[in-house]
């Protein structure tokens, strides 16, 4: 059965860096260095875990044993957390504690509330189990304008008619178009190309005189990349996740000669 929630957190927990990062200082004049310097001031941060990463460890369990070893985990960090760091308090924003009630896979806490002091929250940045840490509050601070936002780019995938001059019948020619461009939203992706498809759909004669119109019908689809650039060597502009039925030469058997969870030479 395809996770959706707990695939997703595991594909872009391969984009981040393994050291764990302190965002969100920039919006108070901080960086990581004079945040620490702030010592005892009240500040209120969200903390994301490592909830799901599959790790060595995961992928040596039979999958009947994963899942409990993931929650046991991620139940073990929060643990760690709280002894370490008695004056802080804990609350779940993303997923359950364990003990409040049947929790569901993708229920697992995988993101914190955290009230405490900047010394305290620096220490966090450094406890096992951790991935980010975004500050939201900090007393005393307020926050700078938000700089204008950033744009990166965007895949807008377009079902196109193509349109001929009396055509009534029959079997029409149709088009997927994939654009790429630079935007700040998935509104605005749609927004900057509508000159392009004007553009696209000027007419123009065909063989026999007739105009031709290649016309924008619908949007299918907008993928945000999360690149702000476009890497030569190779640069993922657009997925689609979906189903098909399972093939033999697809049938997943770890063991030592398979290449994603055998031993390493």
């Not at 019948?169 to 509508?194: I, N, P, W, Y």
Request: net charge positive.
């Amino acid at each position: 059965m395809y996770d959706s929630y707990a695939t997703i957190v595991t594909h872009n927990a391969l984009k981040l860096h393994t050291k764990t990062l302190v965002m969100g200082l920039e919006r108070f004049g901080l960086n990581e260095a004079s945040f620490a310097r702030l010592g005892g001031r009240k500040v209120q941060a969200y903390v994301h875990l490592r909830t799901y990463d599959v790790t060595a460890a995961v992928r040596r369990l039979r999958p009947s044993k994963r899942l409990r070893y993931m929650a046991s985990r991620v139940d073990r960090w929060i643990e760690s957390l709280r002894r370490l760091h008695p004056q802080v308090s804990f609350r779940a924003k993303a997923g359950k504690f364990a003990g409040d009630g049947v929790r569901r896979w993708s229920e697992l806490p995988s993101s914190l509330e955290v009230r405490g002091s900047a010394r305290e929250i620096s220490a966090i940045a450094n406890a096992a189990g951790v991935r980010s840490i975004y500050v939201a509050k900090v007393a005393g601070r307020r926050h700078r304008p938000s700089p204008k936002a950033a744009s990166e780019w965007y895949c807008v995938r377009a079902f196109v008619v193509i349109r001929v001059e009396r055509a009534k019948s029959g079997l029409q020619h149709t088009e997927e178009r994939f654009m790429l461009v630079r935007a700040c939203s998935f509104e605005d992706a749609k927004k900057r190309l509508r000159q392009q498809w004007r553009e696209y759909a000027t007419p123009y004669l065909n063989s026999e005189g007739q105009m031709v119109s290649w016309q924008l019908d619908h949007v299918i689809d907008v993928y945000q990349t999360s690149e702000e650039e476009i890497d030569p060597a190779g640069t993922e502009v657009y997925s689609k996740l979906s189903k098909r039925r399972m093939r033999q030469k697809y049938v997943w058997r770890p063991g030592k000669n398979d290449p994603l969870t055998g031993p390493k030479p």
